[in-house]
Structure formats: structure tokens, C-alpha cells
Nanobody, 123 residues
Framework: QVQLVESGGGLVQAGGSLTVSCAGSGRAFSGYATGWLRQAPGKEREFVAAITWSGGSTYYADSVKGRFTISRVIANNTVYLQMNSLKPEDTAVYYC????????????????WGQGTQVTVSS
């Protein structure tokens, strides 16, 4: 059974940087695409970024392109989301999501979810 644990959230000033991590476990995690989605108070959950198992392909929401970078280290089953030039509108709970299908992650419709980590950007 795949399990995901996020870490690294926190409070940062606008313009600052933060990296959140997602550690995966379970034999099935091998081969899963992994991504990040976020949910701000009063808003629907939205796709942020995703990466294939090999790391060869990445996908980003338009709102974060050029500011966020997703990467993974297969050896330690961890996916990272480096967030630069943070804005107050990036404030949300960030969820890690893993699935055999990339389309599932982009749509936020299934797969395995972590517990979420809070990212707060102050103005």
C-alpha cells in the first residue's frame, strides 16, 4: 500500500522561497507519477505541478510556471516542490498525490493522498 508524507510547509514572506517534500513508501510507489495540488480556504483544490516516475516529464499550472520547480530523487522515494517568488495567493494547504496515471493527478480525481502541509505567504 502506497503512503505519502509531506513536510516542509511553513510561513514565509512574499517574494521568499520554500521547499516542500513528499516521501513515498510502499512497493507500488515505484512507477507512480507524483504531483502537488493545493487548496486555499474557501476555494476548490487545484493542480500545481506533477512529475513522471522517471522525472523525465514535468507539468505545471500556469499560475506557478517559472516560479515553482518539481523534482524527485528515486533513490529515496521523495518528490520535492521548490517554490520561489512566493505570493500571498500561494497560501494554501499543499497535498502530495501519487497515481499510476498522470491524468488522475492533473484532474485531482484519485490516487493516493498525503495529509497535507500548510504554506502561508505573508504580504
Amino acid at each position: 500500500q502506497v503512503q505519502l508524507v509531506e513536510s516542509g510547509g511553513g510561513l514565509v514572506q512574499a517574494g521568499g522561497s520554500l521547499t516542500v517534500s513528499c516521501a513515498g513508501s510502499g512497493r507500488a510507489f515505484s512507477g507512480y507519477a507524483t504531483g502537488w495540488l493545493r487548496q486555499a480556504p474557501g476555494k476548490e483544490r487545484e493542480f500545481v505541478a506533477a512529475i513522471t516516475w522517471s522525472g523525465g516529464s514535468t507539468y505545471y499550472a500556469d499560475s506557478v510556471k517559472g516560479r515553482f520547480t518539481i523534482s524527485r530523487v528515486i533513490a529515496n522515494n521523495t518528490v520535492y516542490l521548490q517554490m520561489n517568488s512566493l505570493k500571498p495567493e500561494d497560501t494554501a494547504v499543499y497535498y502530495c498525490n501519487a497515481s499510476p496515471r498522470m491524468s488522475t493527478i492533473v484532474a485531482g480525481t484519485g490516487g493516493v493522498w498525503g495529509q497535507g502541509t500548510q504554506v502561508t505567504v505573508s504580504s
